[in-house]
Nanobody, 122 residues
Framework: VQLQASGGGLVQAGGSLRLSCAAS????????IAWFRQAPGKERVFVSC????????NYADLVKGRFTISRDNAKNTVYLQMNSLEPEDTAVYYC????????????????WGQGTQVTVSS
């Protein structure tokens, strides 16, 4: 599976962005997809994931109520709608594919996109 993340950019605090993760290659629908983020000098941390069926989702506490993950298997794409953005959300956002739903560690994911930069100004 090849993943390509897009949709990042510069936004003011309180604004919104929608990230996309487009997949190609092997069957996309069988994989759970997650978003992680990594701020400068910090570890890569879990943000959200969606089951391969799209029937269940999970969020890190820091983004609950502000971010929404969804997927469209017909388009081989997963989305991350980010609302009420805060400067602390500034990071490179990565999408990843793996076999285990609810996994929150990077090691659990087999395939990674290249990342997209999100910068939130105060």
């Amino acid at each position: 599976v090849q993943l390509q993340a897009s949709g990042g950019g510069l936004v003011q605090a309180g604004g919104s962005l929608r990230l996309s993760c487009a997949a190609s290659g092997r069957t996309f629908s069988g994989y759970n997809i997650a978003w992680f983020r990594q701020a400068p000098g910090k570890e890569r941390v879990f943000v959200s994931c969606v089951r391969w069926t799209g029937s269940a989702t999970n969020y890190a506490d820091l983004v609950k109520g502000r971010f929404t993950i969804s997927r469209d298997n017909a388009k081989n794409t997963v989305y991350l709608q980010m609302n009420s953005l805060e400067p602390e959300d500034t990071a490179v956002y990565y999408c990843a594919a793996g076999p285990v739903f609810l996994a929150t560690t990077p090691k659990a994911y087999d395939y990674w996109g290249q990342g997209t930069q999100v910068t939130v100004s105060s």
